[in-house]
């Protein structure tokens, strides 16, 4: 069976742009959370979504947004790229919102702003 | 906020040895949680524990979940060269899922 599967796996922008990246749960899973880890940190957590609907969003700024499709499959937006954006952003997908669900994680988008 | 105090940030030890790593926080998480990432990958779940008190192996790994809540400790036994890489510890206090995870300890392993 696949796993989580992220898309593009790099990606090289420049200040301002925006940028969409896309992740694909694993089968059957219905939650998909964001993550964002700058290198030499752990991963810091944006958005989770559950049946389509945001149900927690970390600290970060009004640019940063995500959606969820029938599917379950989800993108995170970014808008007006800050230097500071340059991460690898990792999606974790899991069958449920609850706590005690396993989450899985994709290998992640590096995204490099120039 | 929340955080995960995890150190040293890197280890070295000799093939065969043994190696524990703490991770404590200020505050109470629910479930701890600790991922090994290997570069270019995201991070994979190696012990999940659920209980105050719970002491749970996976092969040559053992985790415990601390009594008050805000600690926890992962032991990794005989390591070998594959046990290289970043380990997180991370925390989940609520009904959702969100992870809280420390900066990660840098394990390296000398043949």
């Known amino acids: 069976d696949a796993g989580v599967t992220q898309s593009p796996t790099h990606l090289i922008k420049t200040r301002g742009q925006h940028v969409t990246l896309r992740c694909s749960p694993i089968?059957?899973?219905?939650?998909v959370s964001w993550y964002q880890q700058v290198l030499g940190q752990g991963p810091q957590f944006i958005f989770q979504?559950?049946?389509?609907?945001?149900?927690g969003r970390g600290n970060f700024p009004d640019r940063f947004s995500a959606r969820q499709f029938p599917n379950y499959s989800s993108e995170l937006n970014v808008n007006a790229l800050l230097l500071g954006d340059s991460a690898l952003y990792l999606c974790?997908?899991?069958?449920?919102?609850?706590?005690?669900?396993?989450?899985?994680f994709g290998p992640g988008t590096r995204l490099t702003v120039l | 906020g929340q955080q995960l105090n995890q150190s040293p940030q890197s280890m070295f030890i000799q093939e065969g040895e043994d190696v524990s790593m703490n991770c404590t926080s200020s505050?109470?998480?629910?479930?701890w949680l600790w991922y090994k990432q290997e570069p270019g990958e995201g991070p994979v779940l190696l012990i999940a524990?659920?209980?105050?008190?719970e002491l749970t192996s996976n092969g040559r790994l053992t985790a415990q979940f601390g009594i008050t809540r805000k600690d926890s400790f992962l032991n990794i036994s005989a390591s070998i060269p594959s046990d290289v890489g970043i380990y997180f510890c991370?925390?989940?206090?609520?009904?959702?899922?969100?992870?809280?995870f420390g900066k990660g300890i840098t394990l390296s392993v000398r043949p």
């Open positions: 089968s059957g899973h219905k939650s």
């Open positions: 979504y559950y049946e389509k609907e945001e149900r």
């Open positions: 524990l659920y209980k105050a008190g």
């Open positions: 974790a997908s899991s069958l449920a919102e609850i706590s005690t669900d396993t989450q899985y």
């Open positions: 505050s109470i998480f629910n479930t």
């Open positions: 991370a925390g989940v206090t609520g009904a959702n899922s969100k992870l809280t």
